[in-house]
Nanobody, 123 residues
Framework: QVNMVESGGGLVQAGGSLKLSCESS????????VAWFRQAPGKERAVVAV????????YYAESIKDRFAVSRDDAKNTVYLEMNNLQPQDTAVYYC????????????????WGQGAQVTVSS
């Protein structure tokens, strides 16, 4: 079992910002493409953003483009998701995920999952 731990979730008002972090003491993120997925109640888990290994190439879902930014700090073995102008429809559990496909499109493209972080946006 590989541990990947998300942090930084919470409750925020619409228009606010949060920054999620994903760390692992067992997995070297530099060897993987790292994605953020989210799952809202009653909905399927869907990809939000992906950052490629070795290169700072990114992919974003249309629904969050221009509001969210994914980045990585390989020295800290940490991947971030900065979320701005959050809206109630962004409420979900956010998961970091590591895999070898870029960009990850579905959960089938993921090798390792974090435990998830709740993000709740109030109107």
């Amino acid at each position: 079992q590989v541990n990947m731990v998300e942090s930084g979730g919470g409750l925020v008002q619409a228009g606010g910002s949060l920054k999620l972090s994903c760390e692992s003491s067992q997995l070297a993120f530099i060897d993987y493409n790292v994605a953020w997925f989210r799952q809202a109640p009653g909905k399927e888990r869907a990809v939000v953003a992906v950052i490629k290994w070795k290169d700072p190439i990114t992919y974003y879902a249309e629904s969050i483009k221009d509001r969210f930014a994914v980045s990585r700090d390989d020295a800290k073995n940490t991947v971030y998701l900065e979320m701005n102008n959050l809206q109630p429809q962004d409420t979900a559990v956010y998961y970091c995920a590591a895999g070898t496909r870029f960009p990850a499109r579905t959960t089938d493209d993921v090798l390792y999952w974090g435990q998830g972080a709740q993000v709740t946006v109030s109107s």
